[in-house]
């Protein structure tokens, strides 16, 4: 539309029956533009929750260990590292010394360099493990190519698979779940009177 004085393009914006809204302020002349200002927050809003679904929230999730954690223990610990890892989220392992146990922290290394190893397939070493006071951790996430190996399987799965068979029709009249089963009252007087 070119330069407009200000009066000239409210009257515009009202003869459109629209509003006009300030795009740049800040440059020489004013930019502005006639639209539906209530239309485009609206759109707006919907195009950020669009996003917002879009979007995966990475989730940090912790499991702790001790010195002395026992096979079963660990195994039932580190399959539940490989759940959150599957999820997509990451995982802090933790292995937390008490008294004197500190003094042993090449276990607590042992313990985290054995979990590295036991889901190198699946994990990534995000953080090598470091110490924090009484605590000695690390922080695992998900292998990215295993990730994009998971999703493309889970994308092809449904598409190889056909339509459902369809259900077989039920006789006319007769419920699906009572076909065959006479009414509760009915059987009561079947049995005859009691002795």
Sequence with gaps: MGVLPLEAALAKAAEYGLDLVEVSPMAKPPVCKIMDY?????????KANEAKK?????????V???????????NFKTKAIREFLEEGNKARCTVMFRGREITHREIGQAILSRIAQDLKDIAVVEQSPRMEGRLLFMILAANPRWLQSQR???ASAPASQGPRPPRPPQPAGQPPAQAAQPPPAAAAHAEGPKA
């Design 64 to 74: 702790k260990f001790r010195p002395k954690t026992e096979e079963h223990d660990y």
């Design 38 to 46: 209530g239309k485009f927050k609206y759109e707006t809003k919907k």
């Design 152 to 154: 493309a399987k889970a």
């Design 54 to 62: 879009k979007q995966t929230v990475v989730k940090l999730k912790e």
